[in-house]
């Protein structure tokens, strides 16, 4: 789920792209999962976009993504989806369905 203009998205605000409308362009695709999966757990970067990650834990923390398909534009050994899912399953202890190897892989990019 993505709500344009607003901090209501799942989204990494790490990016390693040219062209991107996130909040800190890193070097490799590497540093911006592992940035991301610290900022989720806030062990890093809580300067980045605050609002946004306040609404992910609080969407977690109601059970909004249990039993939910998450959606991922590239089939990628590991991805910020997937780090989301994993952090998901910690928080709440395995209850949402989808495990990591069965995350739904749009097939479209959409930029």
Do not use: C
């Amino acid at each position: 789920m993505r709500k344009i203009g607003t901090a209501e998205h799942y989204g990494n605000p790490f990016s390693v792209l040219e062209r991107t409308i996130a909040a800190v362009k890193v070097e490799s695709r590497e540093e911006s999962i592992e940035r991301y999966d610290a900022w989720l757990r806030g062990e890093a970067d809580q300067n980045v976009e605050p609002q946004r990650r306040d609404w992910i834990l609080s969407q977690i923390n109601k059970g909004v993504l249990d039993n939910a398909n998450l959606l991922y534009f590239e089939d990628t050994k590991d991805n910020h989806a997937k780090r989301l899912i994993r952090f998901i399953k910690e928080k709440r202890g395995g209850e949402i369905v989808s495990p990591l190897e069965e995350v739904v892989l749009a097939t479209i990019r959409t930029l």
